[in-house]
Nanobody, 120 residues
């Protein structure tokens, strides 16, 4: 059973950077052909896909976030990361990490989510 767990600060000031980590257990982030993604959901709104990293290390980021987003991984720790710079209060959301088993955008395993508030 694959399990994902997000971790990071619950509060970030506007214009600062947000960094989150997703720890994966029960499966390797380097196993073919998985993608490991970040998705967020602002209060009262729908899910927004932010980006993902493939088992090979290839990265795909939403065009609307590309200039401010980096996704990485530490294979020795079986974890992947999200870094989002210059955040605004509108980016207050629950941030999820999840697994896409074949790159089709269908996420089958999700973390429980971590709420991030952007506020001064």
């Amino acid at each position: 059973q694959v399990q994902l767990q997000e971790s990071g600060p619950g509060l970030v000031k506007p214009s600062q950077a947000l960094s989150l980590t997703c720890d994966v257990s029960g499966g390797s982030i380097t196993s073919k052909f998985y993608w490991w993604g970040w998705i967020r959901q602002p209060p009262g709104k729908g899910l927004e896909w932010m980006g993902a990293i493939e088992y090979s290390g290839r990265i795909d980021v939403s065009p609307s976030l590309k200039s401010r987003t980096s996704i990485g991984r530490d294979t020795s720790k079986n974890q992947f990361t999200l870094h989002l710079s210059s955040v605004t209060p509108e980016e207050t959301a629950v941030y999820y990490c999840a697994r896409d088993k074949d790159g089709t955008g269908k996420y089958d395993y999700w973390g429980q989510g971590t709420k991030v508030t952007v506020s001064s």
